[in-house]
């Protein structure tokens, strides 16, 4: 395996994890203010740089109802325009309830909204690498 990013994509702010080395234990990385895509992707470009990441899983918003919405179009946007720009592979997934397990998992203490959009990220990246390591 190698270094995975995720990314927990919202309007406002955009949650990241990233994984070992081995690629084989998630954590929680930063959350991006979500000012602007190209503000957002940049900082994105930089971290794949810096972190020596080899792919990225990029959390899809649909409806339980396995729909779009409104929020799924907007990440689609985003998600285009992040993939032509950085030069790794970025693997669509699921993201339906990482926000809600995120909170459970965090709701023993107050903490910001930003470190809910860091575990939902490290909740769909543990996913990926569970998914991916047979």
Not at 7 to 35: C, M, P, V
Not at 112 to 131: F, M, N, S, W
Request: charged share 35%; no cysteine; hydrophobic share 40%.
């Amino acid at each position: 395996m190698v270094r995975v990013l995720a990314i927990d994509f919202g309007e406002k702010r955009i949650g990241l994890a990233i994984s070992s080395e081995d690629g084989k234990i998630a954590f929680h990385y930063k959350t991006i203010q979500n000012t602007s895509f190209e503000k957002a992707i940049k900082e994105i470009q930089e971290i794949v740089k810096h972190e020596n990441v080899k792919r990225a899983v990029f959390g899809l918003p649909l409806t339980l109802k396995s729909k779009e919405s409104e929020s799924t179009g907007r990440a689609r946007e985003f998600f285009t325009r992040l993939k032509k720009t950085v030069s790794i592979p970025v693997v669509l997934v699921d993201e339906r309830f990482s926000t809600k397990r995120a909170r459970k998992n965090l709701s023993f203490k107050k903490v910001p909204k930003e470190a809910v959009d860091q575990e939902a990220a490290r909740i769909l990246l543990e996913d990926y690498l569970r998914r991916n390591s047979k």
